[in-house]
Each structure stands twice: as C-alpha cells, then as structure tokens.
C-alpha cells in the first residue's frame, strides 16, 4: 500500500505500522524514533505510536522529540 513519509511516497505491505514505514524511508530515522530521539506525528501534526497500523494513503512526518529541561516537569 502507499503511505507518505516526509512528503516520500512508499509502498510498505499490508500490516505495516507507522514504523516500518518510516524504516522504508530512512533506516537511521526508524532508530531513532526507537530510542525516543524522533517521533511520529500525522499528517496534522498529531503524534502517533509507532506500532500504530498504516493504511493506504496515510501521512508520517518524522519530528525531533521535544526534552523538557531536567527539573521541569508538570505537578501532578
């Protein structure tokens, strides 16, 4: 099926997350996304799991993940 990574158009097999398809665009990309360095967001902006099912026509964008300072974190 044909999803969009970074304005990239791909064809990843059916089942693929949102994951695999950013593999298919960059592998070191899909590393990063893993060790928490990147994310995943919609074609909205929206963050989505990486384990997130892709459907034929779906929108990725690859963004840096946003660190809140050390010390800085919302009371709860």
């Avoid at 099926?1 to 791909?10: C, K, Q």
């Avoid at 994951?19 to 929206?46: F, K, M, P, Q, Y």
């Amino acid at each position: 099926m044909r999803v969009y990574v970074n304005s990239i158009g791909l064809d990843v097999p059916d089942g693929a997350t949102a994951l695999d398809a950013v593999r298919a665009w960059n592998a070191t990309a899909a590393d990063d996304v893993a060790a928490g360095e990147r994310v995943i967001a919609d074609s909205r902006g929206l963050p989505t799991s990486p384990e997130a099912k892709a459907h034929g026509g779906a929108i990725f964008r690859v963004l840096p993940a946003r660190r809140r300072p050390e010390g800085d974190e919302p009371n709860d």
